[in-house]
Structure formats: C-alpha cells, structure tokens
C-alpha cells in the first residue's frame, strides 16, 4: 500500500487527509494519506524515505514551503518562479520533483466564484506560507497592483524585492508596493495570507473603517471556514470568501500528479471539509 503524507507545524488543523483518502477509495487505490508534523531537522529525513519507496508523494505546508526546496532534485516553472513547494513526487527516472499546485488552486478557486478579478487592486496580508503563489496567480490573472503589509516589514520587502528583480519585469508587470502594517490604502480585494483566524479567537487588529463599498475579504483559512476577518467584511456589507475552493483545487491538482487520475469535485467533497 502506497503512503502519502501532509508535512507542516502545525498540523493539526490539515483536512488534506480527508479529502486525499476520499478520493483515494472512490478511485480505488490502494493507498492511504496521512499527517505528520515535523520540525526542520527532520527534512532530511523524510526525503531519504521518500527515495527509499517508502512514501509515495508528500504535501508541504507551513513553515516548509521554501525550506524543503534544497533538498530536491528538480523543480517545476511555477515551483522554482514562486520559490515555494507544496508537493513533491518521486519520478520514475527516481528525481525528488517540487511542484506548486497553490497557483492552480487560488486561480481555479477566483474562476469558480467567477470574481472579475482583472484590473483589481489587491491587498494582501502576510508574505510567507502561500502569499508567493498568490501574487504569481494574481499576475497571471491581470490584476492591476499588488500592495503587501506584514508584521515584519522586512519579509514583505524581500518578497517585493524577489518579485520586483525577476519575474515582474521580465513580464511588464507593475511593481509589488509594501505599507507598514496597520496601513489600510485603497483595495478592491483583500486577502489574509496570515495564521491569524487559525485560532477562533484571532483578530488582525486592522481598521476597515473607511474602505468603502462593494469590497471582497478573501482568506486563505478554510478551518474554521468562518474567521473574524471574514465576519468583519461581512459585517462591512462586504463580499467574503474563505479558502476552502483554494484547498480542494490544490489538493485536485497535487492527486492528478501522483496518481494521474483527475478525481471528481462535487458538493459531497465541498461538504467533507465542513
């Protein structure tokens, strides 16, 4: 029986385990998917096992999106572009493959809504996890800016500057811009790419005030699937959204790559992760 696990710290609140052995039985595989919280001297590890056989692929969360990367053998565009891995998988030639199904996932997750995102001015709130495979997605997608706050000034800066030296002028694009953290300047969409909301009882500390109308509060959370992000924007008369479409359209695309099986996305999956 093939293994498969989703690495993180933490790691508790993954639901990948559910939905992968869903599919898993409804396709008949052989296989059983499993999570694991690890810490970084543990990576080595894991990839040992992994070139061993003894697990089949790997889901990657946070904290280890960037740091699992030096121990692979190859990565994809959109891994190597984005610096950011959430799945791997064992080739048949025996390569440790990253691949970053996050683009895909945020991008099929907009279509889906069907949200107008092209000439949208964005917002978005913390620089690690997936915040790089956003602004990648959001790229693609033809938004007009991207501004990013972050605690930490200094990790939303190396972001723009990463973003801003590379791949943005190789495309035309316009430049990231980076606001301290608290500063609200004008969106049209915003987005929390933080762990505030994991806990039921975080708050972002963030005055939305005077933003306006007709705005939509995204969050990458999808457990719980309500944070109070997304009740304040609610309560703003604002359209919400949480990450939960993001999740199942990644977690789709990363089974299509181990198992080569595109696995059905329907209201019963949806229900799963309520």
């Not at 590890?45 to 053998?73: A, M, Q």
């Not at 099929?108 to 917002?123: E, H, Q, T, V, W």
């Not at 301290?180 to 972002?204: C, H, Q, Y």
């Not at 703003?236 to 999740?247: A, S």
């Amino acid at each position: 029986m093939n293994k498969y696990l989703v690495i993180g710290n933490p790691i508790d609140h993954s639901l990948s385990p559910t939905i992968h052995n869903y599919w898993i039985k409804k396709n008949n595989i052989k296989a059983i998917y499993n999570k694991k919280k690890l810490n970084s001297d543990d990576l080595k590890n894991l990839i040992i096992k992994i070139r061993e056989k003894k697990i089949s692929g790997v889901n990657v969360t946070v904290p280890f999106k960037k740091e699992i990367i030096p121990y692979l053998d190859k990565l994809t565009f959109g891994a190597k572009a984005t610096q950011s891995v959430n799945t791997i998988l064992l080739t048949d030639d025996s390569k440790i493959v990253g691949y970053n199904t996050d683009i895909g996932g945020f991008e099929n997750a907009i279509k889906y809504i069907k949200y107008d995102i092209s000439g949208k001015k964005i917002l978005i709130l913390g620089s690690g996890g997936v915040t790089p495979s956003i602004i990648f997605a959001l790229y693609k997608m033809n938004v007009s800016s991207i501004t990013l706050t972050n605690r930490t000034k200094m990790k939303a800066e190396y972001l723009q500057n990463f973003y801003n030296s590379s791949t943005v002028k190789k495309n035309g694009w316009n430049d990231i811009k980076v606001v301290d953290w608290g500063e609200v300047p004008k969106f049209d969409m915003i987005i929390n790419a933080t762990s505030v909301g994991l806990n039921r009882d975080d708050n972002l500390d963030l005055d939305f005030s005077k933003i306006g109308k007709n705005k939509f509060f995204y969050d990458v959370i999808y457990n719980p699937k309500e944070t109070n992000f997304l009740k304040k924007g609610k309560d703003l008369g604002n359209k919400t959204e949480n990450g939960k479409k993001m999740f199942i359209f990644q977690a789709a695309e990363a089974f299509k790559i181990w198992h080569d099986i595109q696995p059905e996305i329907n209201g019963e999956v949806s229900k799963l992760l309520d």
